[in-house]
Every structure is written in structure tokens, then in C-alpha cells.
């Protein structure tokens, strides 16, 4: 099974981003940021980094320099797998 790490802005972002990615097979369950539809580069906006899907047996790395503090959740966009696969990033001054 694939996964990938996608960094979102908020808790809120979660589950737009994650609904956004079932239908964006054709750009690796990343919602397309050249999709004419507001509702794509909605969520597209939602997004702070993304990582490219790792298919079995592979490693992929993902760097993520954020301009402020905070806490930072991290999903897993691969077909549904938001529900269940994600977590936070917890960043101080
Ligand atoms: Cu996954």
C-alpha cells in the first residue's frame, strides 16, 4: 500500500484536504494547484507540504521549514487514509 505526508495549516484543514484527495488520483492524492475549480485550489491553499506518494518498499523524505510556531497536523492523502493516518508537528520559538 502507498503513503505519502502532507503538512496542513490547521486542525481544519484535515478533513477538506483529505475529501479533496479521493478524487485527485491523477496527481498522486495531492489536490492539483492548476485546477480551474475554486474548490480544488481551496484546498490546495490548505496545504503547506507535500511529499511525493512512497509505493511499497520505498523511502521518500519531505522538508518542512515553518515560519511560525505552532502545531502543524500532518495527514496521509493516499486514498482515505486521513481518517486514521495522521498526527502533529509541535513547533516552539
Ligand atoms: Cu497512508
Known amino acids: 500500500m502507498s503513503h505519502n505526508v ?41 496545504i503547506l507540504a507535500a511529499s511525493a506518494l512512497a509505493y511499497p518498499g520505498e523511502t521518500v523524505f519531505l522538508e518542512f521549514t515553518p515560519d511560525t510556531s505552532g502545531v502543524f497536523p500532518y495527514i496521509c492523502t493516499y486514498s482515505g487514509h486521513f481518517t486514521m493516518m495522521q498526527g502533529r508537528i509541535h513547533v516552539e520559538e
Request: glycine share 2%; aromatic share 8%; no cysteine.
Open 6 to 46: 502532507v503538512v496542513v495549516k490547521d486542525e481544519a484543514d484535515i478533513q477538506p484536504v483529505g475529501i479533496a484527495a479521493l478524487s485527485a488520483m491523477a496527481s498522486d492524492f495531492i489536490p492539483e494547484t492548476l485546477n480551474p475549480t475554486a474548490y480544488f485550489s481551496q484546498e490546495q491553499d490548505r
